[in-house]
């Protein structure tokens, strides 16, 4: 067993959802922090986020069919894993479009990729980093306030 990833990525997924929750629900879709997300009987993969295209009833497994957008914190130890292995079983799924945020270390110290699927492939549709906000009309229409998503000290310093 390997540690939970750093308090940046707990702090930016909380943040994150908490930004993203209301514009889901307005748009239809429920948003939910960490589930399983199965693609055959062993092959599942856990998004820090996971946009549904409805609410759950006390599932412990749901099908990538229910999935409209996985939204993956990378962490520095899973890299290979949050940018390419997970988006190939999500593509190969046919699940609509993918988030990935980066907190790292150094500047720009978060950035933002949105992307949609096409052709069995995840296009970006939309970046941001920094201080700027990710704005985008799909899956819903969103704004994401990129810096909110730092820790509180670490935005102090950049600002």
């Known amino acids: ?55 759950l009833e006390l599932d412990t497994w749901v099908s990538a069919d229910e999935v409209v957008m996985p939204i993956e914190l990378v962490s520095p130890s899973s890299r290979r894993r949050d940018r390419i292995d997970k988006p190939a079983l999500m593509a190969k799924a046919g699940i609509p479009f993918y988030l990935r945020i980066e907190v790292t270390k150094s500047l720009p110290a978060v950035s933002a990729e949105l992307c949609e699927l096409r052709d069995g492939l995840y296009h970006p549709i939309e970046r941001s980093t920094g201080g700027r906000r990710l704005d985008s009309d799909v899956p819903f229409p969103m704004s994401v306030d990129l810096l909110d998503l730092l820790e509180p000290r670490r935005r102090q310093k950049l600002v």
């Open 1 to 55: 067993m390997s540690p939970y990833e750093g308090s940046g990525n707990s702090w930016a997924s909380k943040r994150l959802a908490r930004q993203l929750d209301d514009m889901a629900e307005a748009a239809g879709f429920a948003l939910y922090m960490t589930l399983n997300v199965v693609f055959a009987a062993h092959s599942w993969i856990q998004p820090d986020l996971v946009l549904l295209r409805d609410t």
